[in-house]
Nanobody, 115 residues
Framework: QVQLVESGGGLVQPGGSLKLSCAAS????????MGWYRQLPGKERTWVAT???????NYASAVKGRFTISTNNAKNAVFLQMNDLKSEDTAVYYC?????????WGQGAQVTVSA
């Protein structure tokens, strides 16, 4: 059973930066695509960004130009560089990865943007 383990969340001031990491528990897996979602307090989980195995990426309009998604060469880890963070970016961030017919999800990482 593949697990995705997230790290890098925390508290940051508005305008600051933070990088989230998400790695598979097995080095044998290669994901077809990977992405990030976030869940704001009291809201549904929403899509943030996706990156395909070929390198193409897409972003939600709310984060485009501020966030950058990337993967490692083995395509079993995904990263989210977040710059110019705003209070409305405060959320629990979840990574996911798709391989075969299955989506895998990370456990979530809290990001809090506050002065």
């Amino acid at each position: 059973q593949v697990q995705l383990v997230e790290s890098g969340g925390g508290l940051v001031q508005p305008g600051g930066s933070l990088k989230l990491s998400c790695a598979a528990s097995s080095s044998d897996v290669t994901f077809t695509n990977m992405g990030w979602y976030r869940q704001l307090p009291g809201k549904e989980r929403t899509w943030v960004a996706t990156i395909l195995s070929g390198g193409n990426s897409n972003y939600a309009s709310a984060v485009k130009g501020r966030f950058t998604i990337s993967t490692n060469n083995a395509k079993n880890a995904v990263f989210l560089q977040m710059n110019d963070l705003k209070s409305e970016d405060t959320a629990v961030y979840y990574c996911n990865g798709f391989v075969g017919t299955t989506w895998y999800w990370g456990q979530g990482a809290q990001v809090t943007v506050s002065a």
